[in-house]
């Protein structure tokens, strides 16, 4: 979750939803995202809403903090059974999503905890996706042993390089080969599914570095692979040596061809994206949470700093972890603040999103005036003309790198 929150309207202290927000909630898939903010240590590009030991203080532990999610999650079930019929209440839970931080520092136990409490209050769908990230340090064969007895399914390895002086650069903590031996213990362990997360465009990278990444994932095994361009985000301290000169900002031509060497390696080795950052062997290989998110689909978000989306209404949680405590423990909703999207949000979040994925969008749910911006994008070689004449905006593999641009095109005329 990014740590800085958006401004919105108070929300409700007890947490109600309107009517219209609830008013077929069923017709929607439901997740739940669970935030867990601790680190051990900060890597140095990071903004999510993340705590060392160091940072957090006194007052807030670990140990209890799975007590106080459980809190969230009752709130939660008290909040969305209000729907006026009972067939307008969000379906059992479909994909489960634990992301932090790094949720694997806490027990195993109490994370299975959290997923019977879901399992009590929403319920889970026959083929629910549950999925951890995991730092590759901090995982080992009984603990993955212990996460599949919980019902964890899918798990996501912060890999990020397979190069020293890269991992240096970003902080990590984990020796090279680690994320390869997670994945082989992961499968040892009964994970049907296992993604490996690379970040590329460090500082001092080069073309050979990023392609020994690839190949190492490649050769790991998994059947998700996630790439995502290096952002220098403010705040940090990546920003700080930036600015200071230390290290040198990325440079977009170089992302633009580490981006293809990606996309032709993974697809070389089975892969296919599914969306701008993601590639998958199979679609049941694909991250359905995430999909669920890109798809404009209903999830309450888990934890300090987390996001919720219910029905077109969006909320977010306080950020630090003991205040988020106190408003629980008072019995009170944790969120900061909520926003009502209105008409013009959700096209723009649509169009946004849905030419990120391989589906693309259907060019007739597009207004009439970015339709007839198309042509123009397909003679520029950004939109695959054949999808076009079926119907269908679905990004060139050019247009995925300049899918800021489609989008502000497609949205320019509006």
Known sequence: MPSALPHGDPPP????????????????????????????????????????????????????????????????ADVLAAAPMAEDRVPPVSTVFFGGGTPTLLPAEHLGLIIAEIRERFGLARDVEITTEANPDTVTPSYLAKLRDAGFNRISLGMQSAVPKVLAVLDRTHRPGRPEEAVAEARAAGFEHVNLDLIYGSPHETDADWQASLDAAVAAGPD????????????????????????????????????????????????????????????????????????????????????????????????????????????????????????????????????????GLAVGSLPEASREVLPQLVRWGLVDPARHGEGQLVLTQRGRLMADAVVKDLLAVV
């Open 13 to 76: 202290p007890d947490g109600r939803l309107p009517r219209t927000a609830l008013d077929g909630a069923r017709d929607q898939p439901f997740g739940v995202y669970v935030h867990v903010p601790f680190c051990q240590t900060r890597c140095g590009y990071c903004d999510f809403n993340t705590y060392t030991a160091v940072e957090l203080g006194d007052g807030v532990s670990r140990g209890s903090y799975a007590d106080t999610v459980l809190l969230e999650l009752r709130l939660a």
């Open 224 to 359: 998700h692979v996630s790439a995502y361009a290096l952002v220098v985000e403010e705040g940090t301290a990546l920003a700080r040596q930036v600015a200071s000169g230390v290290v040198p900002a990325p440079d977009d031509d170089a992302m633009a061809d580490r981006y293809v060497m990606a996309d032709e390696t993974l697809r070389a080795a089975g892969f296919e994206w599914y969306e701008i950052s993601n590639w998958a062997r199979t679609p049941a290989g694909r991250c359905r949470h995430n999909e669920l998110y890109w798809s404009d689909a209903n999830w309450w978000g888990v934890g300090p700093g987390a996001h919720s989306h219910v029905g077109g209404v969006r909320w977010w949680n306080v950020k630090h972890p003991a205040r988020y405590a106190a408003l629980l423990d008072a019995n009170q909703s944790p969120a900061a603040g909520r926003e009502t999207l209105d008409a013009d949000a959700r096209l723009t979040e649509r169009v946004m999103l849905g030419v990120r994925r391989r589906e």
